[in-house]
């Protein structure tokens, strides 16, 4: 494998949050420098699976962007503890947790109540992936296996948005309202 493979390898099977960078910047994966902490757009990426981080990172490549990944709704708190995402990606499958009580539950715990969440789905074959998407507290589907011209034009739209706060519709501020009192 080459060398960035294994560092995205080893930092997906890892037990804490990692931060992986574009290989475009010159980043140190994930070690604190004054260029990675000045870039603009973080993508928090919810996936167990090592090669789904891979594709992603590699897929958002030109965008400029760090992709910081978390195995799991517990992990990807704590990294939203040290930072705060422009984005995030999800995977439809989860251990023991359906993915709109994932979104739910980051959204009312990791502070991401405006932050913009895309589903990453395998086999979705729905007509309107944003309105699927709503109704899972997120504005987007895409697709497994999906091309990265795909998951960029997904994404680029949500990050140039920013943080608004009409990306959150009223359902959804009921479910974050519902979580926190549980």
């Known amino acids: 494998l080459p060398d960035s493979a294994r560092r995205i390898v080893h930092a997906v099977t890892s037990r804490t949050p990692s931060l992986l960078t574009c290989p475009r910047t010159g980043s140190d994966n994930g070690l604190a420098s004054d260029h990675a902490s000045s870039m603009s757009q973080v993508v928090l990426l919810v996936d167990y699976e090592p090669r789904t981080v891979a594709r ?3 897929a958002l490549h030109p965008l400029d962007c760090r992709v910081i990944s978390a195995k ?3 992990t990807a708190v704590a990294a939203c503890a040290k930072m705060e995402p422009r984005l995030v990606l999800i995977t439809s499958v989860l251990p023991r947790l359906r993915v709109d009580d994932a979104i739910t539950q980051l959204r009312a715990h990791a502070g991401l109540r405006t932050t913009p969440f895309i589903v990453l789905m395998s ?10 998407a709503a109704r899972l507290g997120a504005q987007d589907i895409v697709s497994k296996p999906f091309s990265n ?3 960029v034009a997904r994404v ?5 948005a920013g943080r608004s706060h009409a990306a959150v519709g009223e359902v959804t501020r009921a479910d974050i309202l519902e979580a926190l009192r549980r």
Do not use: H, S
């Open 123 to 132: 086999g979705y074959a729905g007509r309107d992936a944003r309105a699927d």
């Open 56 to 58: 992603v990172t590699e």
């Open 156 to 160: 680029t739209p949500l990050l140039q």
């Open 72 to 74: 799991d709704v517990d």
């Open 149 to 151: 011209e795909e998951l």
